[in-house]
């Protein structure tokens, strides 16, 4: 059975693969046996977390990938293609969180800024990476969505801490999950599979918030397993549809949220 899940020979992208999500994601797939290739606008920091992984005796490698830049794009997939011969998972996992802001608030230029990101460099890292992986017959793509790309943002949970859900990040959480049924649809004939993980209440990020306590304990409260995920919740679902362990699973958006959206 362990075989379903093992990557080993497999090589996988992470985008945002030094960030939040993207460190425990990263760590996972290696782990696993994948080698991993850790992407970001800030490629140094990519390269030193790779190095920490490396010092495990884990396969990653850090690289400069900017979304913004088609250019950048199609340089950086190309340069995996030739350095490893294959990709065989793709992790979107960065997002733009520049200019989010309210409807009332929000301008053209933050509101396209964020889209050069979050929805044309997600489409075209995803374009460049099928361009691979059709030839290959194979190939699993994993975008990472949010509890807001299924349910609507609950407001009154941030109480007065003057927090909020912006609406870019609903729109574009929104946009993923459909991308990702359409990427389905479409690639199943060619053996390539697509999946949403849409995570809630990941709680390294929560634990650098200050004065949010009001917050913290609505979230808790209206999460049936009361509590915040920690690193190890977002490891085994990646994995799981990153392997053949998922071979029969595509477009679905599996829910990682203690609950949250089960109400």
């Not at 802001?101 to 997600?122: C, M, P, V, Y």
């Not at 009361?226 to 699973?249: C, Y």
């Amino acid at each position: 059975m362990n075989r379903l899940f093992s990557l080993t020979g497999k090589v996988a992208i992470v985008t945002g693969g030094a960030g939040f999500f993207g460190t425990p994601i990263s760590l996972a797939l290696a782990e696993a046996g994948a080698q991993v290739i850790i992407a970001s606008r800030d490629g140094e920091k990519c390269r030193k977390f790779a190095e920490t992984l490396q010092e495990k005796g884990l396969l990653a490698e850090g690289m400069a990938l900017d979304l913004e830049e088609e250019t950048s794009i199609r340089q950086f997939v190309q340069a995996v293609k030739e350095q490893f011969g294959r990709i065989d998972v793709l992790v979107n996992n960065a997002v733009s969180r520049d200019g989010f802001q309210n409807l009332e608030d929000i301008d053209k230029a933050s509101w396209e800024k964020a889209q050069r990101i979050n929805s044309t460099g997600l489409v075209l890292i995803t374009q460049a990476a099928v361009e691979v992986m059709k030839p290959q017959r194979s190939g699993s793509i994993i975008n990472i969505s949010s509890i807001q790309g299924a349910v609507g943002p609950n407001f009154p949970v941030y109480g007065n801490t003057g927090m909020t859900s912006p609406v870019n990040y609903t729109y574009d959480k929104w946009g993923m999950v459909g991308f990702t049924k359409w990427l389905a649809n479409y690639y199943g004939k060619d053996n390539i599979r697509a999946n949403c993980i849409s995570p809630g209440g990941y709680g390294p990020g929560v634990a650098q918030l200050s004065g949010k306590d009001e917050f913290i304990e609505n979230y808790k409260r209206l999460t049936p397993l009361g509590r915040f995920a920690d690193d190890d919740d977002i490891k085994g679902p990646v994995v799981f549809m990153a392997s053949d362990a998922s071979a029969f699973v595509t477009g679905q958006n599996l829910l990682v949220d203690g609950g949250w959206t089960s109400w």
